[in-house]
C-alpha cells in the first residue's frame, strides 16, 4: 500500500512538473512569437517610415521647383513682354512719325 501510494505521489509531481514545463513551453513560444512580430513590425514601420518621409520630401520640392519655375517664366514672360511691346510702341512711333514728315513734305512741295 505504502508503494502505491509512493508511486502514486511520483505520478502526480511528475505529472504537475510536465504541467508545469508545458505552460512555461507555452509562455516562452507566445512571448518568442510576441518578440518576433514586433521586431517585424518595428522594421517594417522604419522602413515604410523611411521610404513615406522620403516620398513627402521629394514631393515637396518637387513642388517647391514647379512654383519657382513658374514664378520664373513669369517673371521673364513679363519682362520680355514688356521689353517687346516697347520695341513695337518704338517701330510704330517711328512708322508714324516717317509718314508724318512724308505728309508735310508732301504739303510743302
Known amino acids: 500500500m505504502l508503494a502505491n501510494e509512493e508511486i502514486?505521489?511520483?505520478?502526480?509531481?511528475?505529472y504537475g512538473q510536465k504541467n508545469v514545463i508545458a505552460d512555461k513551453n507555452k509562455y516562452?513560444?507566445?512571448?518568442?512569437?510576441?518578440?518576433i512580430a514586433n521586431f517585424f513590425m518595428r522594421s517594417y514601420t522604419t522602413t515604410t517610415g523611411e521610404k513615406f518621409y522620403t516620398w513627402k520630401q521629394k514631393t515637396k520640392d518637387h513642388l517647391h521647383k514647379q512654383?519657382?519655375?513658374?514664378?520664373?517664366?513669369e517673371h521673364y514672360?513679363?519682362?520680355?513682354?514688356?521689353?517687346?511691346?516697347?520695341?513695337?510702341l518704338k517701330f510704330l512711333s517711328d512708322e508714324r512719325k516717317k509718314e508724318r514728315l512724308a505728309e508735310i513734305k508732301a504739303t510743302q512741295i
Open 77 to 88: 514672360n513679363k519682362r520680355y513682354l514688356e521689353a517687346v511691346q516697347r520695341v513695337f
Open 67 to 73: 512654383k519657382i519655375m513658374r514664378r520664373s517664366f
Open 8 to 14: 502514486g505521489n511520483l505520478t502526480k509531481t511528475d
Open 28 to 35: 516562452q513560444r507566445t512571448k518568442a512569437y510576441r518578440q
